[in-house]
């Protein structure tokens, strides 16, 4: 079931005509379906619901408050990596005690403000920031619960910019080292010591790096046990695939019947952090064709979205299938071409060497499975304000980021007064 489809010789969101909304907004501009939000995370709870569990949706895949009160309405809770991100579930409504804060580079300020705030946990990421979170919690006179994040050394098959669980990985502490650095942190007098975490890349499409790293994390368990150190959390962090392409990830419940076996046993709680396959099929990016430009030895379609919108192709290589909104053009001749943007960089690009109908000035055109890392990811190179972003629920859509605007793009800049003195 997909709620992106051509009906009536358009494509859809859910009820409302994608054309509609660039009509109305004008592009590029951001679509996201209420409807497929709501599927896809009742997809893992309803996978999960046989282990005590938390799912705490990684944020950092899709930020918007409005995306936010959502996932929080339906239980969610979120994985932070920033104090601003922290700042932007609050304001969402997300519970404190459903908020992970992970990440490697946590700042004196960012502990103190979720201390404060009592959230669940932090994923602490070397012996050093465990050391920090201590004295932070001593100062403002509380205890921390942390979970030690566990590099196991399991190869994850994704791209390696996404890959996270290996030696060379900046993140989480080895594996051989794992006990000495739980004794150390239990012997703190502001650490309270509850889970192991364990999250090695995003974009998997196969269970076997799950469960190879969850053997490790299992046997970890049962050592810390024997030396005293009870956990009460198992956070297997995130990273289930999407389709883009041809991918044939696993579903929710294929990762829940690979891994029940392992856990069920243990009498924790099962924390998750998926981000990408909630919102990364809920999202497209509308965009509309500006150009054609016949080169020696290329075809080019100059559209109006830019790498500043999504980035994704540019920096990863990354493959987003493109259709025209308009289902007749679908039915065109086809032709090899590359849909580059309006930013002065040869890296600006969406499509590179790909077959598709013939585009002609105007169309528009929508790029698919852009839900997650898309807005976020977004910038203002080049002085391009970002998008709107629109949140479609059945026949009704909202617009839940206006578009920003050329003062918007000045605001907060100063010119001092030297500059303005006549010599």
Do not use: W
């Amino acid at each position: 079931m997909h709620s992106f489809e051509y009906q009536q010789g358009e494509l859809y969101c859910e009820q409302v005509p994608v054309s509609r909304i660039a009509k109305e907004l004008g592009t590029p501009c951001y679509i996201y379906s209420h409807e497929t939000l709501i599927r896809h995370f009742h997809a893992y709870e309803s996978a999960f619901k046989d282990i005590p569990h938390v799912i705490a949706f990684a944020m950092k895949a899709n930020s918007n408050l409005a995306i936010l009160r959502l996932m929080a309405r339906e239980g969610s809770g979120v994985d932070i990596v920033s104090g601003g991100e922290l700042f932007r579930a609050l304001k969402a409504g997300v519970p404190a005690s459903k908020i992970v804060f992970a990440g490697v580079g946590k700042s004196p300020d960012e502990i103190r403000d979720a201390l404060k705030a009592e959230i669940l946990m932090f994923n602490v990421e070397s012996p050093a920031e465990i050391r920090a979170i201590n004295d932070v919690a001593a100062s403002v006179g509380m205890k921390a619960r942390i979970a030690l994040r566990i590099n196991p050394d399991v190869d994850p098959k994704t791209h390696p910019y996404i890959s996270t669980g290996m030696k060379k990985s900046k993140f989480g502490i080895a594996a051989d080292r794992a006990l000495q650095e739980y004794k150390m942190a239990s012997s703190l007098s502001h650490i309270d010591v509850v889970g192991v975490h364990a999250h090695i890349g995003s974009q998997l499409t196969d269970v076997t790096p799950f469960v190879d790293s969850l053997k490790k994390v299992v046997a970890l368990i049962d050592t810390l046990k024997s030396h005293g150190i009870n956990i009460r959390y198992l956070n297997i962090g995130g990273g289930l695939g999407i389709t883009y392409s041809d991918e044939k990830p696993p579903l929710p419940q294929d990762l829940a019947h690979a891994i029940s076996p392992l856990v069920k046993g243990l009498g924790l709680t099962l924390v998750m952090e998926p981000g990408r396959v909630i919102v990364g099929n809920a999202g497209i990016l509308v965009t509309k064709a500006l150009y054609e430009k016949a080169g020696e030895t290329k075809h080019f379609v100059i559209v109006d979205a830019a790498m500043n919108d999504l980035i994704r192709p540019s920096l990863y290589g990354a493959y987003h299938e493109i259709r025209p909104v308009n289902e007749a053009a679908v039915r065109r001749p086809k032709q090899m071409m590359d849909i580059v943007g309006p930013v002065c960089e040869s890296g600006d690009f969406l499509a590179k060497e790909r077959s598709l109908p013939n585009i002609q000035p105007d169309d528009l055109l929508a790029i698919m499975s852009a839900g997650a890392y898309g807005f976020v990811m977004a910038s203002n190179y080049n002085s391009r304000p970002r998008v709107p972003e629109v949140l479609v629920k059945g026949a009704e859509f909202h617009v839940i980021r206006e578009r920003e605007t050329y003062d918007d793009l000045v605001k907060g800049e100063r010119i001092p007064s030297f500059l303005n003195e006549t010599e």
